[in-house]
């Protein structure tokens, strides 16, 4: 059974920091793409940035790009989102989810499993 945990959410003041974390078990990472995802009060779910197999590629929606920055650690089952110079508008509830395949895709319908989410909440 594949399981995906986020944790690392919380209050946080603009222009701070965060690490999301995401546990991966019941696969072996290594064959799997994973993204984040969020979704804000009243808004859509949108892809935050992925990450392949093979670290070749990575996807960041404009709204992060420079701030956000995805890894992975197959050794730990576990891939990261860090995020910087954190704005209000950034709150949303964050979600990871996986594919098995090498490439990753921004698009939520791309991918097979998801986690419960965690609260990132902005503001000062």
């Known amino acids: 059974q594949v399981q995906l945990v986020e944790s690392g959410g919380g209050l946080v003041q603009p222009g701070g920091s965060l690490r999301l974390s995401c546990v991966v078990s019941?696969?072996?990472?290594?064959?799997?793409?994973v993204g984040w995802f969020r979704q804000a009060p009243g808004k859509e779910r949108e892809g935050v940035s992925c990450i392949s197999t093979t670290y070749v590629s990575e996807y960041y929606v404009d709204t992060v790009r420079g701030r956000f920055t995805i890894s992975r650690e197959n050794a730990k089952n576990t891939v990261y989102l860090h995020m910087n110079s954190l704005k209000v508008e950034d709150t949303a509830v964050y979600y990871c989810?996986?594919?098995?395949?090498?490439?990753?895709?921004?698009?939520?319908?791309?991918?097979?499993?998801w986690g419960q989410g965690t609260q990132v909440t902005v503001s000062s």
């Open positions: 989810a996986a594919a098995e395949g090498l490439g990753c895709d921004y698009q939520s319908l791309f991918y097979d499993y």
């Open positions: 019941g696969v072996t990472l290594d064959n799997y793409a």
